[in-house]
């Protein structure tokens, strides 16, 4: 009887063990871009240093895509938050290897301005804008909006390498004018004394379109989602908690945004969550609005979904 009760406890503890940890020895590899993508991710971050996840992640975070793009197609990345753009770009790259699975961030473009002179869209003509983003959805939203406004001509843009460089210049007088996402948008009106939100992007947008405006997605590789269908499934829940942690605690998310380096203060990612628009939407509601966008950009400029419009093949819809 004794030796019965004590290979049932030890039963007992096998089984304990394996209920606190990772369901299966896989370490998934995912990287996040530093901004309202980053954001969202940063309790997963924290969640999964202290092992309290379903699976092991491995989570960085990247300035640019192209930081991100070679690592998803060697297949270094499972798992990317990336502009929405750049999931059409890399279906249609890729064969159909790198799916588009959630959108994740809405519209997060303003224009800040040192000044006070921009107080509607048609302000912009004659000026000089310095931007960020180019090749991604930031320069294709803005030149939509300039076009479907008569303003493509009359508007010289520029681009910054990153966000932060156009948020320098705006505080060191060598700009006026710029278009950048939250955070940075927090950042720039915090070191540009003087510095206003001059216009919503998301709002000029819907004055000259019917689709959503979307901004950035997560995307995952084929042959990972169909080989650990349930990982996915696990990351995209917990991405998801991960995401509303941030909407309802700005504070709180905030101190893990300045830990990973997405933002260097944790009081400016306070104030910019807010507007940072994050989300997890999945399934055929993400398939409508990514679709809708997409196809906004490809009349606009079929470059920026890489020629064509891609296949619904593209969604992962779980």
């Known amino acids: 009887m004794k030796k019965l ?3 049932m406890m030890s039963l007992l503890m096998l089984l304990l063990c394996a209920a606190c940890a990772p369901k299966e020895q896989l370490t998934v590899n ?3 871009m530093k901004g309202p993508t980053g954001i969202g991710m940063a309790q997963l971050s924290s969640l999964a240093e202290e092992g309290k996840t379903e699976y092991n992640y491995s989570i960085t975070y990247a300035g640019s895509p192209d930081e991100v793009t070679g690592g998803l197609i060697s297949g270094e990345l499972d ?6 753009n750049l999931g059409a770009v890399l279906f249609n790259k890729t064969d159909g290897q790198i799916l588009t699975a959630a959108v994740n961030t809405l519209g997060v473009l303003y224009v800040v301005e040192n000044g006070n002179s921009v107080q509607s869209i048609a302000d ?4 000089k804008i310095l931007a960020a983003g180019q090749g991604s959805t930031p320069e294709y939203i803005l030149n939509y909006i300039l076009d479907k406004n008569g303003l493509a001509g009359s508007v010289e843009v520029e681009y910054a390498a990153e966000h932060a460089e156009a948020v320098t210049k705006l505080a060191s007088g060598e700009a006026d004018i710029i278009v950048v996402p939250e955070p940075f948008v927090t950042t720039a ?3 540009a004394e003087g510095a206003r939100i001059a216009l919503d992007i998301t709002a000029e947008w819907e004055s000259v379109s019917d689709a959503q405006l979307v901004q950035g997605c997560l995307v995952v590789r084929k042959a990972f989602a169909d080989e650990h269908p349930e ?3 696990a990351f995209l829940k917990e991405y998801a908690s991960s995401a509303e942690y941030a909407v309802n605690s700005p504070a709180d998310a905030g101190t893990l945004v300045e830990k990973y380096g997405i933002m260097a203060s944790a009081a400016l990612a306070e104030k910019a969550i807010p507007n940072c628009n994050i989300v997890c939407i999945t399934g055929e ?11 906004v950009l490809f009349d606009a400029n079929p470059k920026s979904v890489g020629g064509k419009l891609p296949s619904d093949e593209m969604f992962y819809l779980g």
């Open 285 to 295: 509601e993400m398939q409508v609005m990514v679709s809708g966008m997409l196809k």
């Open 124 to 127: 912009l003509a004659g000026r």
């Open 5 to 7: 009760t004590a290979l």
């Open 30 to 32: 995912v990287a996040a």
């Open 189 to 191: 009106l915090s070191k």
């Open 231 to 233: 990982a996915l499934k």
């Open 79 to 84: 798992i990317a938050a990336v502009p929405v």
